[in-house]
Structures are given as C-alpha cells and as structure tokens.
C-alpha cells in the first residue's frame, strides 16, 4: 500500500508593510482598502499601513473633495517587509 508524500511544511511567510504618500486635496479623512476591505481611515497624507499578505494586492484611496468623489487604486506588488507607495487623489 502506498502511502501519500509527506506534505512540505509551509512557514507563514513575513508579512508586507507600506508606508503609504497621499498627494492631491481632499476634505476631512480618506478610506484605503487592500483588495476592496477597508484597512484604514485617516486625516493625514501620511499612512502606515501593517501586516499587508505578499502577493498582487489593489490598493486603493477614497475621499471627498467638496461634492465631488476623489479616488484612486493601483496594483502592487506587496512583499515581504516594508515598501513605499505614493497615490494621487484626482
């Protein structure tokens, strides 16, 4: 009777960090989002952004300008450690 290969033991990879540069106006405070769930809120252009799972994640910024609705998203590579991404509200 053959018996199945033993399994490769998975670590739980380290998990991705960003620091996050909002450039652009906005009023009062900005939602960001990795892969569409909102991870943080803030008032500041400034982000930290923690425990982020390595792979292709969307990140993305919502906000308020006046009336209008200010957004935007990008696709980025998240590894493991800290990175640096700068997003444009328009």
């Keep these: 009777m053959r018996g199945r290969p033993p399994r490769p033991q998975r670590r739980p990879g380290k998990p991705g960090a960003l620091n996050l540069t909002l450039s652009g106006e906005f009023d ?45 998203a990008l696709m980025v590579d998240i590894k493991p450690g800290l990175q640096r991404l700068e997003l444009v509200l328009d």
């Design 28 to 72: 009062d405070e900005v939602l960001i989002s990795v892969d569409d769930i909102e991870v943080a809120r803030s008032r500041s252009k400034t982000i930290a952004l923690e425990r982020v799972v390595p792979g292709l994640r969307k990140i993305s910024a919502h906000a308020k300008k006046g009336a209008k609705d200010v957004e935007t």
